[in-house]
């Protein structure tokens, strides 16, 4: 993307199974936090009974360009992508 990595922490229940729906959560963290950080603040994973996926992004230099043409727009479609294929 843009020729920068990107990185996130994803959170897949136990016993997740493909052929069943569950949601798919994506968790922004505030500026100057991590996705790490957010994971151990929002404690979604007992709130939706790890019921769902949850994906943590991190955002370039612990922010993020949401602009509609913004790198982290495009940065989420494909992630967004990448985890639904898988």
């Not at 994803?10 to 997740?16: A, C, D, E, H, R």
């Not at 009974?49 to 994906?55: E, K, L, M, N, T």
């Not at 230099?61 to 294929?85: P, Q, R």
């Amino acid at each position: 993307m843009a020729g920068k990595a990107r990185t996130y922490v994803l959170f897949v229940p136990n016993g997740y199974d493909a052929k069943k729906t569950i949601p798919l959560i994506f968790a922004w963290h505030s500026s100057g936090a991590s996705g790490a950080e957010s994971r151990k603040y929002y404690k979604l994973e007992p709130a939706t009974g790890d019921g769902a996926i949850i994906v943590y992004p991190n955002g370039l230099n612990g922010g993020w360009d949401v602009s509609a043409n913004g790198v982290d727009m495009t940065f989420f479609d494909l992630l967004l992508e990448s985890i639904s294929k898988d």
